[in-house]
């Protein structure tokens, strides 16, 4: 099978985040039975080095700049001023943006070059399958496209649901703006752009019942992420003591929301009982606000590390108290694999069955978090319990290599979701 595979994230190296590990992960099981082109863009971050390694997991790579605008947006975001020339411009793409129901970083991030370069592709009958990894690239797919080839777009959450969670836990970055995109743009963005392909793939049954209301007609394959478990070893030891540990990028608004609410009202509760419990951020890029919680006794805040699962196998208890975003959460199931156990929240759980047997504990209220974790804190046994079943759950459901197999047969034409 000739599979041509859009990604305007660079999924490489896959440590990077969430929509990386996926789209590098399903790209790399397909290439061992097909041929697989990748079509990518580069922001500044990403070296030549990185660019020839992955080369090395694809049988063609193409890599496109992004625009210019969206260099200088990210230049801003980071700290610059914003000129008032820069205002007027996003006055008019967010105008542009409600005319053609499309999100403005859809916008920004397109590519005239590789929008030419697809249809040609397309017109020479040159693949079998196009394949959109991530929403964003569904900007590139024609809907006379499935007439004669078969079209998947990977949705890895719903825009529109994602953005309405925010707004609702008051975790938005700008509460005008998203409203703004709700009323006027996602909600017909995510209705127009899933009738154009033959199949739509999405990481949880969540997401699939969203989806559903848009094309009731539809069938929708529900893939979860899995891990890579030569990564992620099963720990050797459990390391007792009072160590918790979240982990993720530390620039999403998820992430930051997460960290802040744990640090702020869970974890001076919990050390009214335990007083050396500390609180470990791990991972990269932390914001200002971030940043800030180091003041509070007992956290710990440490940018990139070279390797997650040391920490991870560090921790006496891994938390994922996240309280906004939809889909299924790498950090959760590394944990397990891990062999760490999990205090998270519903949406810390999402996609996962873990009361019978219990492989982690929910909490959502500090009180619900203070009492889980003194469970674990104090019960040695639990810990092993809740480990062994955590990493066996994983290895049975959420490797890489069980997505891969399901998305290889949607990539062929086969849907198995009832």
Excluded at 77 to 97: D, N, T
Excluded at 142 to 159: A, G, K, L, W
Excluded at 309 to 336: D, S, W
Aim: charged share 20%; proline share 6%.
């Amino acid at each position: 099978m000739r599979i041509l595979m859009l990604s305007s994230t660079f999924p490489y190296p896959p440590s990077r985040g969430g929509t990386e590990i996926r789209t590098f992960n399903l790209l790399k099981y397909l290439q061992r039975h097909h041929s697989v082109t990748l079509i990518t863009q580069q922001h500044k971050g990403v070296s030549v080095t990185e660019v020839e390694e992955l080369r090395q997991y694809v049988s063609e790579l193409m890599v496109f700049p992004l625009p210019p605008d969206v260099q200088e947006e990210k230049a801003i975001a980071g700290g610059g001023a914003l000129p008032i020339a820069k205002i007027f411009g996003k006055i008019g793409r967010f105008a542009e943006s409600v005319i053609k129901a499309t999100p403005p970083n859809v916008l920004h991030r397109y590519s005239p070059e590789i929008q030419a370069l697809v249809d040609n592709y397309v017109q020479a009958q040159k693949f079998d399958v196009i394949t959109c990894e991530h929403s964003v690239n569904e900007i590139y797919i024609r809907p006379e496209f499935r007439q004669t080839i078969n079209t998947v777009v990977d949705i890895h959450s719903s825009v529109y649901s994602w953005t309405n969670d925010h707004l609702k836990m008051g975790a938005s970055q700008n509460a005008l703006r998203d409203r703004l995109y709700l009323a006027l743009i996602l909600e017909r963005y995510e209705k127009r752009y899933c009738n154009k392909f033959s199949h739509i793939v999405v990481t949880t049954e969540d997401d699939r019942q969203e989806f559903l209301k848009l094309r009731p007609e539809m069938e929708i394959e529900v893939i979860p992420n899995g891990v890579d478990l030569e990564l992620f070893p099963y720990r050797c030891q459990d390391p007792g003591g009072h160590q918790l540990i979240f982990v993720g990028a530390m620039d999403a608004s998820h992430n930051i929301d997460a960290a802040r609410f744990f640090a702020l009202e869970v974890l001076p509760e919990l050390q009214k009982s335990y007083a050396d419990a500390t609180f470990s951020i791990v991972g990269a890029k932390p914001t200002p606000e971030i940043l800030d919680l180091k003041n509070i006794p007992g956290v710990i805040v440490t940018g990139r590390i070279p390797a997650m699962v040391e920490y991870l196998h560090q921790a006496t208890v891994c938390v994922v108290p996240l309280r906004t975003g939809f889909g299924i959460k790498n950090k959760t199931l590394e944990a397990m694999a891990a062999g760490v156990p999990v205090v998270a929240s519903d949406r810390g759980l999402e996609g996962l069955a873990i009361d019978t047997p219990m492989r982690a504990l929910r909490a959502n209220k500090p009180a619900e978090y203070v009492a889980a974790i003194s469970q674990l804190f104090d019960h040695p046994q639990l810990r092993d319990q809740l480990s062994q079943n955590g990493r066996q759950l994983v290895e049975t459901e959420f490797t890489w290599d069980l997505a891969g197999k399901r998305y290889e047969q949607v990539c062929l034409g086969l849907n198995h979701q009832p």
